[in-house]
């Protein structure tokens, strides 16, 4: 990895060319908390390709060598390409989860963000830490650089004044606090265009909150399955 001041000189060389497009590699990494103990699932790995206004963000294929490959909440995860288009505050992504392909098309979401003070470094980069609630059980945290100021980050997550390099989600259901963390693990200027590829028609098209919705339920529906296959004794 370049130093600080070198990456720093190679992201105002890159806005200033359209022909360039920033990579960043962010390992992901599911845990279940229960009764104070914790669980990893499978690490995945995702790809969010970059310029000022525009991004994709993809799955990345890679073979699981060193974990349990029976811990399955690790494979509940999102495949497809999430375009985010920051101009027009909007993206579409399919998706292939839960054995279920769906089109999801929908305004990018506004997040309450609340910027701390608290700072550390993220690849010999500073970054700044900020918050947000979703919802009564949800609660977000994001470390972003405001020394990289594209407004995009992993997933639908943006509007930060920087760009994301570490989100972890909470989610606590009372007998299970679920944990996802996204980690930047690598950063490249390619000197290449970012290139919209054709979205796929296939899959029931669905709005955030109808997403959500079924996202929801089918989380209820494995949470059900995982407590009935824990020993409680």
Do not use: C
């Given at each position: 990895?370049?130093?600080?001041?070198?990456?720093?000189?190679?992201?105002?060389?890159?806005?200033?060319?359209?022909?360039?497009?920033?990579?960043?590699?962010?390992?992901?990494?599911?845990?279940?908390?229960?009764?104070?103990?914790?669980?990893?699932?499978?690490?995945?790995?995702?790809?969010?390709?970059?310029?000022?206004?525009?991004?994709?963000?993809?799955?990345?294929?890679?073979?699981?060598?060193?974990?349990?490959?029976?811990?399955?909440?690790?494979?509940?995860?999102?495949?497809?390409?999430?375009?985010?288009?920051?101009?027009?505050?909007?993206?579409?992504?399919?998706?292939?989860?839960?054995?279920?392909?769906?089109?999801?098309?929908?305004?990018?979401?506004?997040?309450?963000?609340?910027?701390?003070?608290?700072?550390?470094?993220?690849?010999?980069?500073?970054?700044?830490?900020?918050?947000?609630?979703?919802?009564?059980?949800?609660?977000?945290?994001?470390?972003?650089?405001?020394?990289?100021?594209?407004?995009?980050?992993?997933?639908?997550?943006?509007?930060?004044?920087?760009?994301?390099?570490?989100?972890?989600?909470?989610?606590?259901?009372?007998?299970?606090l679920e944990v996802k963390r996204y980690t930047a693990t690598e950063i490249e200027v390619k000197n290449k265009e970012?290139?919209?590829?054709?979205?796929?028609?296939?899959?029931?098209?669905?709005?955030?909150?109808?997403?959500?919705?079924?996202?929801?339920?089918?989380?209820?529906?494995?949470?059900?399955?995982?407590?009935?296959?824990?020993?409680?004794?």
């Amino acid at each position: 990895m370049k130093p600080f001041l070198s990456f720093f000189f190679v992201w105002f060389s890159f806005k200033a060319t359209a022909q360039e497009t920033m990579e960043i590699t962010y390992q992901v990494l599911p845990i279940l908390i229960e009764d104070d103990k914790e669980e990893e699932g499978v690490y995945t790995y995702f790809k969010l390709s970059l310029n000022e206004n525009y991004s994709l963000y993809e799955y990345i294929e890679r073979i699981q060598n060193d974990q349990d490959l029976g811990k399955s909440y690790g494979f509940i995860r999102k495949t497809g390409i999430l375009q985010k288009d920051l101009k027009n505050n909007e993206f579409t992504e399919n998706i292939n989860i839960y054995g279920q392909d769906i089109i999801l098309q929908d305004n990018l979401p506004e997040y309450p963000w609340k910027l701390e003070k608290e700072t550390k470094n993220i690849l010999d980069i500073s970054v700044r830490k900020a918050t947000a609630l979703l919802n009564d059980i949800t609660e977000i945290t994001a470390w972003y650089s405001p020394n990289l100021p594209a407004k995009h980050g992993p997933e639908i997550y943006s509007g930060l004044p920087g760009l994301i390099l570490e989100l972890e989600i909470r989610t606590d259901y009372g007998d299970i606090l679920e944990v996802k963390r996204y980690t930047a693990t690598e950063i490249e200027v390619k000197n290449k265009e970012l290139k919209t590829p054709p979205l796929s028609k296939k899959g029931k098209r669905m709005s955030l909150k109808e997403y959500q919705e079924f996202h929801k339920e089918q989380d209820q529906r494995f949470h059900e399955l995982y407590n009935s296959g824990v020993d409680k004794d």
